[in-house]
């Protein structure tokens, strides 16, 4: 399978702790988007990568989320001193940037955070 | 800042009655609208791109349309398979990313 991969698909962690997640996004994608679901809503944009470059931050929730594409292939997204209201699902999507048109974004199935 | 509205906001569909979604957008410069299909614990699947007013895209029983305002989610004698929440998204000069709440489709048998 040559989708986008996010790991892990679940994490379970206490309040005040630091979590990290993983995105592998198709490989001949350039651009690499992160979004926050909760239930019964759409996909929040957080934070987006063209190759190793992070283009757009100022949606990223708090000075506690941090995301890092240091090769310009996998990505990763840090929350630190986690809250209750962080529990949601954390999606990871990729795209092919052209010079005239957004392609469109394909999106792993997500990891769900879920915070004691 | 731009935004995407989705309605309604559930849909109860008996199998094989028609129906149409609905997503009106308001975005500077409009660079792509996107339908995707979300099944309960998984990401969302890209359905359709659409890139300017009257442009149409058809996959078996779904057909989108676009004008200057709105796209439509046209679903022809639906399936159980079907029932699933479809978003809606648009993408701006900003190269970012606009997601509607979606529509919760339930086709019963």
């Known amino acids: 399978d040559t989708g986008v991969s996010q790991d892990p698909r679940h994490k379970i962690t206490k309040r005040g702790q630091n979590v990290t997640f993983r995105c592998d996004p198709i490989s001949e994608h350039n651009r690499l988007y992160w979004y926050r679901q909760t239930l019964g809503q759409g996909p929040e944009f957080l934070t987006y990568f063209q190759n190793e470059a992070q283009l757009e931050k100022s949606r990223l929730l708090s000075d506690r989320f941090s995301a890092e594409r240091p090769k310009g292939s996998f990505s990763t997204l840090e929350i630190q001193r986690t809250e209750q209201g962080d529990s949601a699902m954390y999606l990871c999507?990729?795209?092919?940037?052209?010079?005239?048109?957004?392609?469109?974004?394909?999106f792993g199935d997500g990891t769900r955070l879920s915070i004691l | 800042e731009d935004q995407v509205t989705q309605s309604p906001e559930a849909l109860r569909l008996q199998e094989g009655e028609s129906s149409s979604l609905n997503c009106s957008y308001t975005?500077?410069?409009?660079?792509?609208l996107f339908w995707y299909r979300q099944d309960p614990g998984k990401g969302p699947e890209f359905l359709f791109t659409l890139y300017s007013a009257g442009e149409e895209k058809e996959k078996e029983r779904l057909k989108a349309t676009l004008t200057k305002k709105e796209s439509f989610l046209h679903i022809t004698a639906p399936k159980p398979e079907d029932s699933a929440t479809y978003l809606c998204?648009?993408?701006?000069?900003?190269?970012?990313?606009?997601f509607g709440t979606g529509t919760s489709l339930t086709v019963i048998p």
């Open positions: 975005v500077s410069g409009l660079r792509g």
């Open positions: 998204a648009v993408t701006d000069t900003g190269n970012q990313f606009y």
């Open positions: 999507a990729s795209s092919l940037r052209t010079p005239y048109s957004n392609q469109p974004q394909h």
